[in-house]
T-cell receptor, first 114, second 114 residues
Framework: AQSVTQPDIHITVSEGASLELRCNYSYGATPYLFWYVQSPGQGLQLLLKYFSGDTLVQGIKGFEAEFKRSQSSFNLRKPSVHWSDAAEYFC????????????FGTGTRLTIIP | GAGVSQSPSNKVTEKGKDVELRCDPISGHTALYWYRQRLGQGLEFLIYFQGNSAPDKSGLPSDRFSAERTGESVSTLTIQRTQQEDSAVYLC????????????FGPGTRLTVL
């Protein structure tokens, strides 16, 4: 079965520090991959998406992610975090190729400390 | 409206009671999805509506769960004889069409079953 794994349940970083959130997938073909952010009391917002082509994708709010087929990973990065980045982050992929049903990872909660 | 709206935002109910959760999708969006997010877990797909096609109910966890959609507008998710394990945030999303168009999520309804 297709799956998306986020190995880190909770990460704490200092404001201004760099950030990397891990996501691993298990798909036979090149998957579509997404990162969503969920702030407290808010719905999920799409940060960025990878469909094909350039393996480094830029998203909103200064986030980027790199698709690495050799590592089956799609890690989310930001060079310098802001206190407003504190949220829950979800990696997702379609259940099957071309499918609109998304399979989500269990999420990584990001805490920012001064 | 500007985004997907859901009501109520919070619902507390007693075990065994029925509940109805409402979703108003973005105007013009033909596809509508329901997901469930249990505490500390990722999103579980529940059901998907696309236009006049038969809904994909493959994610509904039991026959206590049902959903309806009126045309391409409002959807209602009904949970009968609620159980404590039904406690979760129920998220609705809509998209312009199926086949790779990413969904926009609502803020969710937090259901607590006592």
């Amino acid at each position: 079965a297709q799956s998306v794994t986020q190995p880190d349940i909770h990460i704490t970083v200092s404001e201004g520090a760099s950030l990397e959130l891990r996501c691993n997938y298990s798909y036979g073909a090149t998957p579509y991959l997404f990162w969503y952010v969920q702030s407290p009391g808010q719905g999920l917002q799409l940060l960025l998406k990878y469909f094909s082509g350039d393996t480094l994708v830029q998203g909103i709010k200064g986030f980027e992610a790199e698709f690495k087929r050799s590592q089956s990973s799609f890690n989310l990065r930001k060079p310098s975090v802001h206190w407003s980045d504190a949220a829950e982050y979800f990696c997702a992929a379609p259940d099957n190729f071309g499918n609109e049903k998304l399979t989500f990872g269990t999420g990584t909660r990001l805490t920012i400390i001064p | 409206g500007a985004g997907v709206s859901q009501s109520p935002s919070n619902k507390v109910t007693e075990k065994g009671k029925d509940v109805e959760l409402r979703c108003d999708p973005i105007s013009g969006h033909t596809a509508l999805y329901w997901y469930r997010q249990r505490l500390g877990q990722g999103l579980e797909f529940l059901i998907y509506f696309q236009g006049n096609s038969a809904p994909d109910k493959s994610g509904l966890p039991s026959d206590r769960f049902s959903a309806e959609r009126t045309g391409e507008s409002v959807s209602t998710l009904t949970i009968q004889r609620t159980q404590q394990e039904d406690s979760a945030v129920y998220l609705c999303a809509s998209s312009l069409s199926s086949g790779g168009t990413l969904p926009f999520f609502g803020p969710g309804t937090r259901l607590t079953v006592l």
